[in-house]
């Protein structure tokens, strides 16, 4: 039982509209039923995740991008439509944007150009369910279905079954929305038996999710969002307003064509990573001196086009160099980690895209150099799948590589980001970091929950509001079935939704069910959820937290990047 209690919804059906909250923070929490008007479409506002006031940005090119596809190798003379002018990075001096004008055309010449890439990142190809609607027996058994469509009704994305069987159900979705836009309200999200269903209206585009998964509406919105930002990862802002502008029943559909698997990626991680509930980016635990010196690495090999380097191993950031000026908020961090996830063309050889990073500039681009660093002699012994019984088979060791993204505002730097790849894969080589980081990813010098040596504690997450990033151990036994680990999540997830209340915020809730006690702690530092055996009482759980909090303190350098590389 919670030691404060929150009364489950009865049955039937409710109805909640009122302002439209897209552009909160998504710790914000709604009141059970408000009403007045929602007409903003910014941005989802979540410049205090990034720790900056500053909402200024280097500016990318606005011209469309291929958005199914990268460039291998881009030509050196190629020209620069609709061009960015970026003037003095080093030194930090005011950057300067001219957009061109886009019409209709140039989403015609937008879909040619994807087409040519060389390297078909988003190749179409059959999507799992896609041929499902509403009479088949399987589609409706969905936990968590996904539609997305335009403000005119034409259907653009569905998570499950095709968007033209589907188009009469996004039909009604849409008239909903449109009545209640009538009176001058927005619908926000009904609740019918055990399914949510939550609405969110944004950039000329009505996002849509049906779930029986247990989260709240208010994490589902999140979710939400992070769908309008992967859309705009793909066509700017800008792009979309002046397309729907021109005709308001555009297909978006011809734009998006082969970016579907993204979209499905995406809510694969969402239903998987507490990440973007926490709205932090997970480090891989490494030791600082290994980080420290491939973040020295980076430096080193900086060239003038530059403006981030990253790297990425398994959905975790190793190091990140950046401008002191600037930063990349969590959201777009997801964005990449999303990016590199859902494609296996990358690690073919080295690849040219351009990507819009919505929080850091929504209305350009700019451009990846994506490639793979491998070291023959390094593998990484990877963990069990885990079977019914509870064991796990043994799986032999696998290749490592570790992703490097060299982002720049100058769609001709490929080459030149080419050379700097080079250099940093030769002195990462030289210096052993690859092993290093094989070591910490395998199981050898895995995270384990018996290294806090604290009793009857099974799991925790640390989310830290000062660096952005949180740590959890590797999930062990009981939670080593796909029921377990769902269940742990959804009591994440509970305990995130109580204390983020706008309601009735909750500094802490100790709540216990047959098999776990789980506890969540908020500060204005961090926030700590920590899962214990269902006998432990209360105040044993807040002793055995403080000292948690201690070995995370000992622990820091090694679980987070506390001084990143800037310049």
């Known amino acids: 039982m919670a030691e404060e209690g929150e009364g489950d919804v009865a049955g039937g059906s409710r109805v909640v509209f009122g302002e439209d909250l897209s552009n909160n923070d998504p710790y914000d929490e709604y009141m059970e039923i408000t009403v007045g008007s929602g007409s903003d479409s910014s941005p989802l506002n979540v410049s205090a995740l990034a720790g900056e006031d500053d909402e ?88 968590k279905h996904v539609f997305i469509l335009s403000e005119a009704g034409k259907p653009i994305y569905s998570r499950y079954g095709n968007e033209d069987k589907l188009a009469t159900i996004m039909g009604v979705m849409q008239a909903l929305v449109s009545f209640v836009q009538d009176d001058k309200d927005t619908l926000r999200w009904m609740i019918a038996g055990k399914h949510k269903l939550v609405f969110l209206c944004k950039h000329h585009m009505v996002f849509v999710t049906v779930a029986n998964s ?118 777009d961090l997801h964005l990449i980690f999303n990016l590199v996830d859902a494609s296996m063309a990358f690690r ?85 970091c690859m092993k290093a980081i094989a070591e910490a990813v395998g199981r050898r010098a895995a995270y ?27 999930l062990e036994a009981p939670y080593v079935t796909e029921v377990d680990r769902q269940r742990l999540l959804a009591l994440y997830q509970y305990l995130h939704h109580r204390m983020h209340s706008q309601a009735r915020p909750l500094r802490i809730i100790y709540h216990v069910t047959q098999q776990e006690a789980v506890l969540g702690w908020i500060t204005s530092h961090f926030e700590l959820y920590a899962t214990f055996s269902p006998l432990v009482t209360k105040p044993v759980a807040i002793s055995a937290l403080n000292k948690l909090l201690r070995w995370i303190k000992h622990e820091e350098d090694r679980l987070f990047i506390l001084n990143p590389q800037t310049y």
């Open 348 to 432: 073919t050889g080295e690849s040219w895209m351009p990507i819009c990073l919505p929080k850091f500039d929504n209305a350009g681009y700019l451009h990846a150099h994506v490639s793979y660093i491998e070291d023959e002699d390094s593998t990484v012994e990877a963990p069990g799948i885990p079977l019914k019984s509870g064991a796990s088979a043994s799986v032999p060791p696998q290749n490592f590589g570790a992703c490097l993204l060299l982002l720049s505002t100058d769609r001709n730097a490929f080459f030149a980001l080419s050379k700097c790849r080079a250099l940093i894969e030769q002195k990462m080589l030289k210096h052993n």
């Open 448 to 474: 384990r929950i018996a290294q806090t040596d604290i009793n009857d504690l099974l799991h925790f997450m640390y989310n830290s509001k000062i660096t952005h990033q949180y740590t959890s151990p590797r």
């Open 56 to 143: 200024s940005a280097i500016r990318g090119n606005d011209q469309a991008p291929p958005a199914d596809g990268a460039s291998a190798a881009p030509k050196p003379d190629s020209p620069n439509k609709g061009a960015v002018e970026a003037k003095g990075l080093g030194d930090h001096a005011q950057l300067e944007r001219r957009v061109s004008q886009a019409d209709e055309q140039e989403a015609d010449e937008a879909l040619k150009a994807r087409k040519k890439s060389q390297v078909n990142v988003g190749a179409s190809v059959k999507r799992d369910h896609s041929e499902e609607d509403v009479h088949h027996p399987n589609w409706i058994c969905h936990r």
């Open 214 to 331: 247990g989260e709240s509406p208010q994490q589902l919105t999140v979710q939400l969002n992070y769908t309008c930002n992967q859309i705009l990862s793909v066509l700017t802002l800008s792009q979309l307003n002046k397309i729907f502008q021109q005709r308001r029943n555009y297909d978006l559909r011809r734009l998006l064509s082969g970016t579907e698997k993204f979209i499905d990626n995406l809510w694969n991680l969402m239903d998987e990573e507490p990440s973007f509930m926490l709205g932090a980016v997970r480090c891989l635990p490494l030791g600082s001196s290994v980080r420290d010196t491939i973040g020295h690495i980076l430096q080193q090999a900086r060239v003038p086009e530059l403006v981030f380097a990253l790297l990425v191993v398994d959905n975790q950031l190793v190091t990140l160099l950046r401008p002191k000026r600037y930063s990349l908020h969590p959201p």
